[in-house]
Structure formats: structure tokens, C-alpha cells
């Protein structure tokens, strides 16, 4: 058994601003500690909260992060919510694809957020808003 | 928005990433490095992300894009103090950082850019991908 996780509240960041994306990955990293992530795992999801918060501000047209303790029940986590209500994305498949950006970007940051956490579950359709949920479990 | 202080040694520009960037003064560096690359004929630049505990697409392509446009001007660039966390996780986010060098620090950097110097001194040719080209400015002593 582990010590139980202290009750913790839901941490909320706005991301309307470009330091709101280094804010994200600021509390998503404290969140990391507090769970006892290992670096390596710490360092994969703070990388993957950068990408995901990035698209919010970018493509989402502004919106939140949400990010929460975890706990299953036999491990320690990290769930981060990205939530913004802008065009949403019409084909989901496209936009998983490893190199297709709409923009400018490299392509990368959603299919390669996805390998870098654990779960990652997206909920999004055109003119709908998009709402990425990943999370990261301590090993 | 932080800037990021671009230190000459010798031929050499030094910028030593210090903070958590946001991707105003990222693109902010690329642009003050590409000046400063041309305002100081140098012939090499070492960036350190000693400091960077995480590196994401946008900062990769930074790195990328500097490593070319140096190599444009006739600069090579070499990255130094890539922690093994960072690495480990570039690798899973599928970033492959082409045409960056990379040394383990500062004084590696230095060797490699000092033994890539005879070299670029004695060719006048377009080499490889086409974008490598050199000029036979000055002797090198
Ligand atoms: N929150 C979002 N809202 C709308 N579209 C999005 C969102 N996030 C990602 N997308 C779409 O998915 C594509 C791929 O995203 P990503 O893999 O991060 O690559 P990039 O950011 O380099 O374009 C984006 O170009 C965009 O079309
Ligand atoms: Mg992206």
C-alpha cells in the first residue's frame, strides 16, 4: 500500500495568452512531484501538457487546463483536462496523424501527447469545442 | 516577454537558455541569432539547454530551424546540455531534430566546432543537401 493521497482540488488554469502555455506546463510539473511521477515520467507528461495547451490557445481559440490528482486505487496519477470551445476538429483521424499540422506547426503534438501519457481520451466534433483528457500514472 | 542574452567568444555566439520560454521569445532568439550571426561573421553557435527540462515540438523546431539558417550563413550550431529525461522523451514524441549537433557541454562544443573550422576555411563548393554553402573568406592560422 502507498499513503493515501491528500483530498486535492481541482487546479484550474486559464490559457488565453502565450506564458499561460508555460504556466500550464508549471502546475502540470508540481502536480507531477506531488504524485511521485519519476522524472522521466514527469518530463513525458509536462511535454505532452506543453503540445495539448499549445492547441488550445492556438487552434481552441483560448480555453482552460484542469488538472487533478489521480488515484485508481492501487497507483498515484496525474489527470490533465484541455477544454476550449472553438471550431472543434472535423476529422479526428487526420489530425492524430503524425505530421499533419492545419497550421504551421510540426504535426506532432497530439499523436505524439498520446504515446507520451497512459490514457488519453479526446472528445471533440466540429463546431463543438474540443475537450482532451490524459493521464499519467506513477509506477 | 524575457530576452535571452547572446554572449560572443571569439568566433563563437553562446546563449545559455535560462528560463522556461514562452514561444514569443523563442521565436524572439531565433530572430536575435540570426542578426547577431550576421553582425559578427560567426562561425559558430552553441546553445545550451542545460537549463530546459523539457523540450516540445515548437522548441525543436526552433533548435531546427537556428541549426539551418546558421548553416545558411556559414555557422555551425551545436546543442549542449540535453538532459536524459529530455532526450528519452523527444525521442517518444517523435522529434527528430534534424541537422542539430549535439555535444555534451560547453568545452565539447567548443573541440568540435574548432575541428569543423579547417574545413569550411579551404572549400568553395555546395556540398551535400544543397543548402551547405561555403565561402573561402578568411585563412584560418
Ligand atoms: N483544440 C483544438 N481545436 C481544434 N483543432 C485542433 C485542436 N488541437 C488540434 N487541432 C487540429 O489538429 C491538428 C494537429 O495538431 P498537432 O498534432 O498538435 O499539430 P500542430 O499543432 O503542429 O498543427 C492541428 O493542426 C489542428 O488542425
Ligand atoms: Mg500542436
Redesign the pocket.
Known amino acids: 500500500m502507498y499513503p493515501a493521497a491528500a483530498p486535492q482540488q481541482v487546479n484550474l488554469v486559464p490559457i488565453v495568452r502565450d506564458d499561460d502555455v508555460v504556466r500550464v506546463r508549471q502546475a502540470v510539473r508540481t502536480a507531477a512531484l506531488a504524485a511521485k511521477l519519476s522524472l522521466v515520467d514527469q518530463t513525458k507528461l509536462v511535454t505532452a501538457a506543453s503540445?495539448?495547451a499549445?492547441?488550445?490557445l492556438?487552434?481552441?481559440?483560448g480555453?482552460r487546463a484542469e488538472i487533478e490528482q489521480a488515484d485508481n486505487g492501487r497507483k498515484r496519477g496525474v489527470r490533465v483536462v484541455?477544454a476550449?470551445e472553438?471550431?472543434?476538429?472535423a476529422d479526428l483521424e487526420?489530425?492524430?496523424?503524425?505530421g499533419?499540422?492545419?497550421?504551421?506547426?510540426?504535426?506532432?503534438?497530439?499523436?505524439?501527447?498520446r504515446r507520451l501519457v497512459d490514457e488519453f481520451d479526446i472528445d471533440?466534433a466540429a463546431g463543438r469545442?474540443?475537450r482532451?483528457t490524459v493521464t499519467k500514472w506513477a509506477r | 516577454m524575457d530576452r535571452v542574452p547572446v554572449l560572443k567568444i571569439g568566433d563563437i555566439l553562446l546563449v545559455s537558455i535560462q528560463v522556461d520560454m514562452d514561444d514569443n521569445t523563442a521565436l524572439a532568439l531565433q530572430d536575435t541569432l540570426t542578426e547577431r550571426i550576421v553582425e559578427t561573421s560567426a562561425h559558430g553557435v552553441i546553445i545550451d539547454i542545460t537549463a530546459l527540462d523539457i523540450v516540445d515540438?515548437f522548441i525543436g523546431r526552433m533548435l531546427s530551424t537556428i541549426a539551418s539558417v546558421s548553416r545558411v550563413l556559414d555557422a555551425e550550431t551545436v546543442v549542449v546540455g540535453m538532459r536524459p529525461a529530455v532526450a528519452i522523451t523527444l525521442v517518444e514524441l517523435g522529434l527528430s531534430l534534424t541537422g542539430v549537433r549535439t555535444a555534451l557541454n560547453v568545452e565539447r562544443a567548443m573541440e568540435l566546432l574548432e575541428l569543423s573550422r579547417p574545413a569550411r576555411a579551404s572549400s568553395l563548393s555546395v556540398v551535400g543537401d544543397g543548402l551547405d554553402v561555403f565561402d573561402d573568406d578568411s585563412p584560418v592560422a
Open positions: 503540445e495539448l499549445r492547441n488550445t492556438i487552434y481552441g481559440g480555453g484541455f476550449d472553438g471550431p472543434g476538429i487526420l489530425a492524430m496523424t503524425d499533419y499540422t492545419s497550421g504551421n506547426g510540426m504535426g506532432l503534438g497530439l499523436s505524439g501527447a471533440t469545442g474540443t482532451i | 515540438s
